[in-house]
Nanobody, 125 residues
Framework: QVQLVESGGGLVQAGGSLRLSCVAS????????MGWFRQAPGKEREFVAAISWNAGSTYYADSVKGRFTISRDNAKNTMYLQMNSLKPEDTAVYYC??????????????????WGRGTQVTVSS
């Protein structure tokens, strides 16, 4: 059983920064493509960023490109999301997830089989 636990969320003013962490249990973390999603109230869960198993490739939603950076430390079973220049529209619950189904595109939540419980990010104007 895989468990993913996010941390690092909080309240920040517009223009500020936060770094989210996602710690995974189990020995197979380093083998998997991982992603970050977010969900704002009343909206569908949306793709934010993703990273290949060895961090050789990273992917971003257009809305966060140039402001957010995804990374991972396989030795620590941990993935990160550095969020800079935050905007009020970034307010959401942020989830990390493990990609387990390659038949769906990596931006689809259907492609991910394990999810954390999420961490709240609130950006005030």
């Amino acid at each position: 059983q895989v468990q993913l636990v996010e941390s690092g969320g909080g309240l920040v003013q517009a223009g500020g920064s936060l770094r989210l962490s996602c710690v995974a249990s189990g020995r197979t973390f380093s083998s998997y493509f991982m992603g970050w999603f977010r969900q704002a109230p009343g909206k569908e869960r949306e793709f934010v960023a993703a990273i290949s198993w060895n961090a050789g490739s990273t992917y971003y939603a257009d809305s966060v490109k140039g402001r957010f950076t995804i990374s991972r430390d396989n030795a620590k079973n941990t993935m990160y999301l550095q969020m800079n220049s935050l905007k009020p529209e970034d307010t959401a619950v942020y989830y990390c997830a493990r990609r387990g189904d390659g038949s769906y595109y990596y931006t689809s939540h259907r492609s991910y089989d394990y999810w954390g419980r999420g961490t709240q990010v609130t950006v005030s104007s």
